[in-house]
């Protein structure tokens, strides 16, 4: 496989992925973002871990979308996030059905 095609590959997988948030971005209430990853859940809950110069930060999400292209299953029951970086959370317009 050339590195041409391995672009290529990635380019039509981002796409898909980008298509596949659009169609399911209506079902969910917040998009949460991490330094790592994006997130489309239904319940977020943020709790402070240690108190400390910098503290750790847990976000636990239920009813969840992972923006990964390389991962088979996006949609996951629970999702549980540590980190020390900040955390985005945005509660999503309600859509009109």
């Known amino acids: 496989m050339s590195s ?8 039509e997988r981002e796409l898909q992925l980008a298509q596949e948030y659009q169609d399911v971005a209506a079902m969910f209430r917040f998009a949460v973002e991490t330094e790592r990853r994006f997130y489309l859940a239904n319940t ?16 636990v999400l239920t009813d969840a979308w992972v923006w990964d292209m390389y991962r088979k299953t996006r949609f996951v ?19 009109d059905l």
């Not at 041409?4 to 380019?11: K, S, T």
């Not at 629970?78 to 999503?92: G, Y």
């Open 4 to 11: 041409d095609d391995l672009e290529n590959y990635e380019a």
């Open 77 to 95: 029951p629970k999702v549980r996030v540590l980190t020390f970086k900040d955390v985005n959370v945005e509660e999503l317009p309600p859509t």
């Open 44 to 59: 977020v809950q943020i709790t402070q871990v240690a108190d400390a110069a910098r503290p750790l930060i847990e976000v």
